[in-house]
């Protein structure tokens, strides 16, 4: 009973470097997204998929990129990382059945902190 | 465009004392809401949601939320608080296409 899962938990990254925050889901949904989380600020979102090969931005894409190969991953690239991208980052996943109440699960969050 | 109002960034509650987080959003057409709770450190986990039907939604915990249209309002209740519903409580709204707008989440902070 995975659900949504994220790797990795904590990362410290220089300003410049390149890295992917991976994102699995067992449960055979559709849509997909990822957020991030601010203090004081709620959770906003980068970017969404509603199946593999389509993607679209959300509110906060800048400095981000995704992709949706299959419809278990949607992993988050960030290809040069500054400061502003310190937070934490949240992937969720949401069946597109309509019966499904528009409930959208969550992984357990990736602390990225740029330095 | 959709937008969650949490008026409260921080509540102080007596241990045993009831609890009402507010919560307003905007929205045009009928809204698909949900609360959500985050403990620190943790991901989201989803009290209760409400789509259609019953405008008092029970959840899980002891928690319950009443959607009144006419004030665009989903306030969340729990008529006694425990120490370990300590925790920082988002509010969010979901559109037809299914992404969701939050809160900026209101902390709840239990006193003994």
Same mark, same amino acid.
């Given at each position: 009973?995975a ?15 390149s ?6 889901? /067992? ?10 989380? /601010? ?10 998929s ?5 993607? /679209?931005?959300?509110?906060?894409p800048n400095g ?8 278990? /991953? ?5 290809e ?12 969720a996943?949401?069946?597109g ?19 | 465009?959709q937008s969650?109002t ?10 045993g ?18 609360w959500y ?9 989803l009290?209760?949601k409400y789509?259609s ?12 939320a ?23 409580y988002f509010?969010?709204?979901a559109t037809?296409?299914s ?5 900026k989440?209101?902390m ?5």
């Amino acid at each position: 009973n995975a659900g949504v899962t994220q790797t990795p938990k904590f990362r410290i990254l220089k300003i410049g470097q390149s890295m992917t925050l991976q994102c699995t889901q /067992d449960m055979n949904h559709n849509y997909m997204y990822w957020y991030r989380q /601010d203090p004081g600020m709620g959770l906003k979102l980068i970017y969404y998929s509603v199946g593999a090969g389509i993607t /679209d931005k959300g509110e906060v894409p800048n400095g981000y990129n995704v992709s949706r190969s299959t419809t278990e /991953d949607f992993p988050l690239r960030l290809e040069l990382a500054a400061p502003s991208q310190t937070s934490v980052y949240f992937c969720a996943s949401r069946t597109g059945r309509p019966s499904s109440g528009n409930t959208i699960y969550f992984g357990e969050g990736s602390w990225l902190t740029v330095v | 465009a959709q937008s969650v109002t949490q008026p409260d960034i921080h509540i102080t509650v007596s241990e045993g004392a009831s609890l009402e987080l507010r919560c307003n959003y905007s929205y045009g057409a009928t809204p698909y809401l949900f609360w959500y709770v985050q403990s620190p450190g943790q991901g989201l986990q989803l009290l209760l949601k409400y789509f259609s039907g019953d405008t008092l939604v029970q959840g899980i915990k002891g928690f319950e939320a009443e959607f009144k249209r006419s004030q665009s309002s989903f306030n969340l209740r729990k008529p006694s608080v425990h120490w370990s519903d300590a925790a920082e409580y988002f509010c969010a709204v979901a559109t037809g296409y299914s992404t969701l707008t939050f809160g900026k989440g209101t902390m709840l902070l239990v006193s003994p």
